[in-house]
């Protein structure tokens, strides 16, 4: 009994030391049985973890498990394999540890994950040719390509199962598969792998700005299921490792630290138009703008600092900001900071006070005070070269205008959009004028913390993959003579590739196709020579790359279009692009477009409905696009196919049909030659314009990148120009000079007939001169309004939505783009017909025209749609007052000739900045917000 109540004592105290000290065990780093740790590491996943072109282990997770193996003092070794053998052999317990992943459900069945190490983004990345997608249910259409095992195969089942994946073994076979077009789109991690071969090649086509977010992650190592141990070691290790060191390392690799959710820029205000601060607190100006477009196009958060410049310098330096977006080199005369990147180009010139007339040098001002900056660029150069001038120095803007107003200074040194803004603030634009050349050039820079090398990289990086387009346009929102810009002007200078180069070596010469006579796009002038609107894009094409166009004319538009369809030309001008015509050629982006038009005889009202032409008979010319177009939508209309516009003209002329369909260019040029009694033309608002490409042979595709960059290169003013030049009437009097003369020898009353004779010509050319003047004046003003209503059309509406924005942006001022949709006008126009219908919008418009300023614009959008344009306004509410008056206006009845109607309306009203910075923002906001008014009942008005 005794032994049985010992053993019932101590054999559960045996038991209870036993699990104690197992426990303890347990606890304790499992170092001492493992002299070495495998780490997996995966060979493409760049900047994580990846093997260089030497096969070596790098990059940020290599860096990390180096250094925590030295804080727990083991041994670690790095096995190179493709993903999914990564996955499997630690899955299978083959290698200790995988070097980083991101965590998943599926995943969780078979590995254990440590603590987060810092969250990382995936991207789609999609072909430049391909539209910029912002959703992913914009990419159902295509095949993605996806690394087989990687953890955007279950992101992407789960966020949209019906995309269709395609999967591949590697990331490099990925990117194979993708440049070779297998796929035009592919998932990744934030950064292309450098090291892949055709890294360049890869990034121009699925260029950064391409970028599409579909996950944000947590990245963490694992280990096979159940190890706990391990798991533990591995977190011990990496919480002995600082925030100082995991950021050196980050920095090392990315540029920025993973902690900070976003990347800061230092910028100096109260230098408009480039850098300032609104009366709303918020950072604005050109320079502004082009960082977050740079932020955008690299998928990265940013704040700006505003900072004195002596300040910003030391906060950059100190590690309290990363990026200085807009300095000198001379500035940084101390070599505090690290140059990252050119970032702009501006000029700086010599205002002088006007009690100084005729001032056009520098070597003009002996004796005389200029004002200078004291970090100018070109101090030294003043100091050196003009040593007789006394020169004052300034550190701000505010000091040196107050000492021109006094009289303090004689001259002033300052960069010109800068110095055009200051002193129009200080009231001073009067007192001064500028010399006609700008006689220093200033590079500006961005600045990193000194030893951010990878930073730097990140900031060149995303410079070189910015669109010059968008670019330019922030010069035109900006600058007050962008033609002037930076990016304008370097547009004109076209960089072609080592590729692009080549082809245009083994191709010296160009053939290109276009029709004999095809007045004024292209035809063959009386001296035998090419000539027209297309050919003088083709001149500025050949000046900026170095091609060789030689020409080939055809008689007709289907032999030009024939003969490129079958290698006898190269490229052709003014075709449009259609899904079946990409079957077999390239085209180029579009440089020119231009409205439909129908020519007809005079005593034809003008009907700009494409229905009004049902039952009729319309000319067009054999092969163009439009013929299927009208063939499929408009089958009431009988259409002649004619070879050229001298046969479709001649047909109307004669009454064979009832009309003839050209493009406006061609339209007006026929117009101009014949008879403004006989012919005139209207308007089908239902075609849409004539977008004008270069179509390019399909085997040829580094032509069409080639002419792209060419026609990005050509600026509006330059397009102005050839439009000024190709539309602009000209008159033959047909009058022999010489013959006047020598009949004028002869009798008196032979002489006095001749003098009559040339008076009445005279009147009647006069007449004509000013009947043709108003004809041109007529069809300008019909490619900018509405033929119906007499208001503003899309075309104009977008240019005045342009200039207010660019005026609003320096003013700080409000407008507002309301979309106005009639509600019950279709029944209305159902009912009683069409002409009451137009009867119903031309009173609409006059309703419309009461209700704003002179200042306003207000444009027939199309159909029975309308689009008020508010510009100066200070409040929202004054938007809303105009959009009050105009529902009670629109909902009061319309007494017409024959009926009367009652009608509503439903406005959406974007605000600009708010809702938008461009027309096309602006305006789908306005028609989102307007359909929204529709779904919730009509007759009202809403803001975003």
């Not at 913390?449 to 990086?461: F, H, M, P, S, V």
């Not at 109307?652 to 403004?676: C, H, Q, W």
């Not at 608002?685 to 032509?703: C, V």
Request: net charge negative; with cysteine; aromatic share 10%.
């Amino acid at each position: 009994m005794k032994a049985l109540l010992q053993r019932a004592i101590v054999y559960p105290v045996l038991i209870m030391i036993v699990l104690f000290t197992s426990n303890q065990i347990a606890a304790q780093p499992v170092t001492a049985d493992k002299k070495v740790y495998t780490i997996a590491v995966n060979q493409t996943s760049y900047p994580y973890h990846f093997a260089n072109e030497k096969g070596e282990v790098e990059g940020i997770m290599v860096d990390l498990w180096r250094l925590w193996a030295k804080k727990q003092q083991v041994k670690i070794e790095f096995v190179v394999l493709n993903w999914q053998q990564t996955l499997d052999q630690v899955k299978d317990k083959r290698i200790d540890i995988h070097a980083g992943l991101a965590k998943t459900e599926e995943r969780s069945q078979y590995f254990n994950f440590s603590e987060p190490f810092f969250h990382f983004n995936s991207y789609f990345r999609v072909h430049r040719d391909l539209p910029k997608f912002t959703k992913i249910q914009e990419l159902l259409p295509y095949t993605i390509g996806v690394v087989a095992g990687s953890s955007h195969v279950e992101q992407l089942a789960q966020l949209t199962p019906q995309l269709k994946l395609r999967l591949y073994k590697s990331r490099f076979e990925l990117f194979d598969a993708a440049l070779a077009g297998e796929i035009v789109a592919f998932s990744n991690l934030d950064k292309l792998s450098k090291r892949y071969p055709r890294y360049k090649d890869l990034q121009t086509k699925f260029p950064v700005y391409k970028k599409v977010l579909f996950h944000r992650d947590n990245y963490v190592s694992a280990v096979a299921k159940d190890n706990f141990a391990l798991i533990d070691f591995i977190d011990q290790g990496f919480a002995k490792i600082s925030n100082e060191e995991k950021i050196a390392i980050e920095k090392k690799w990315l540029g920025v630290s993973k902690k900070n959710d976003s990347i800061s820029l230092v910028f100096t205000p109260e230098l408009p138009p480039f850098m300032d601060i609104s009366s709303s607190g918020k950072p604005q100006g050109l320079f502004i703008d082009i960082w977050r477009l740079w932020a955008e196009t690299m998928g990265l958060n940013i704040e700006f600092i505003p900072q004195s410049t002596n300040d910003a310098l030391e906060v950059i330096s100190q590690g309290g900001a990363d990026i200085h977006i807009a300095f000198t080199k001379e500035g940084n005369a101390n070599n505090k900071l690290m140059v990252a990147n050119q970032v702009y180009s501006v000029a700086s010139n010599v205002y002088v006070n006007k009690n100084l007339p005729n001032i056009t040098h520098l070597s003009q001002l002996k004796g005389k005070k200029l004002g200078v900056f004291e970090s100018a660029a070109y101090r030294e150069q003043l100091e050196q070269e003009y040593p007789e001038i006394s020169l004052v120095f300034f550190r701000d803007y505010a000091t040196l205008m107050e000492a021109a107003d006094y009289g303090k200074i004689d001259a002033m040194v300052g960069i010109v959009e800068n110095m055009e803004a200051q002193l129009a603030l200080a009231k001073l634009r009067k007192q001064f004028y500028s010399f006609t050349r700008s006689p220093f050039t200033i590079d500006i820079y961005s600045f990193t913390q000194k030893g951010n090398t990878r930073l730097a990289e990140i900031i060149q990086e995303g410079f070189n993959s910015l669109p010059v387009d968008e670019l330019i346009k922030l010069e035109k929102r900006w600058l007050s003579d962008p033609s002037k810009g930076y990016y304008q002007v370097n547009a004109t200078e076209v960089d072609l590739t080592e590729h692009e180069n080549v082809f245009l070596q083994q191709h010296p010469e160009i053939k290109i196709g276009l029709v004999r006579n095809w007045k004024p796009m292209e035809f063959i002038d009386d001296n035998g020579q090419p000539s027209g609107v297309n050919i003088d894009i083709n001149q500025l094409i050949e000046q900026r790359t170095g091609i060789k166009f030689s020409y080939v004319a055809f008689d007709n538009w289907t032999e030009l279009f024939t003969a490129l369809t079958v290698n006898d030309v190269d490229v052709i001008a003014s075709a449009t692009e259609t899904e079946e015509r990409k079957k077999s050629l390239n085209f180029s982006d579009v440089y020119w477009n231009t409205p439909w038009v129908i020519i007809h005889q005079r005593h034809e009202r003008k009907l700009s409905n494409i229905t009004d032409y049902y039952g009729k008979e319309l000319a067009i010319v054999r092969g163009y696009y439009l013929i299927n177009d009208i063939r499929k939508t408009h089958p009431q209309i009988n259409l002649r196919l004619v070879d050229n516009y001298e046969e479709g003209l001649l047909a109307v002329k004669n009454g064979v049909v009832d009309g003839f369909i050209e493009n406006m260019a061609t339209a007006s040029e026929l117009i101009n030659r014949e008879s403004i009694v006989k012919l005139n033309i209207s308007v089908i608002e239902e075609f849409e314009f004539d977008p004008n490409s270069y179509a390019i042979r399909q085997d040829w595709p580094l032509l069409k990148s080639i002419i792209d960059k060419a026609l990005l290169s050509i600026s509006e003013s330059e397009k102005q120009a050839i439009y000024e030049k190709w539309f602009t009437i000209h008159l033959e009097t047909g009058l022999d000079k010489s013959t006047v003369l020598k009949l004028s020898g002869q009798v008196a009353v032979i002489i006095l007939v001749i003098l009559i004779i040339i008076i009445v010509w005279n009147r009647r050319l006069y007449r004509e001169i000013n009947m043709r003047k108003s004809l041109e004046e007529k069809m300008k003003h019909m490619a900018t309004h509405d033929e119906l209503t007499g208001l503003a059309n899309r075309t104009l509406m977008k240019d005045r939505i342009n200039t207010a924005i660019h005026f609003h942006q320096r003013q700080s001022l409000l407008m507002a783009v309301l979309f106005i949709d009639l509600d019950g006008f279709k029944t209305i126009n159902d009912s009683y017909g069409h002409d009451v219908g137009d009867e119903l919008l031309v009173e609409v418009s006059k309703r419309l025209n009461g209700c704003v300023r002179k200042s306003d614009t207000i444009v027939r959008f199309g159909g029975d749609e309308f689009v008020l344009l508010l510009t100066g306004l200070h409040h929202k509410e004054e938007a809303s007052f105009i959009a009050d008056k105009v529902l009670k206006l629109i909902q009061q009845p319309f007494t017409l000739p024959e009926v009367v109607v009652n009608i509503g309306c439903s406005i959406g009203i974007a605000m600009y900045p708010d809702d938008g910075m461009t027309d096309t923002e602006l305006l789908k906001v306005a028609d989102t917000l307007m359909y929204k008014v529709k779904d919730a009942g009509k007759n009202h008005y809403v803001f975003n």
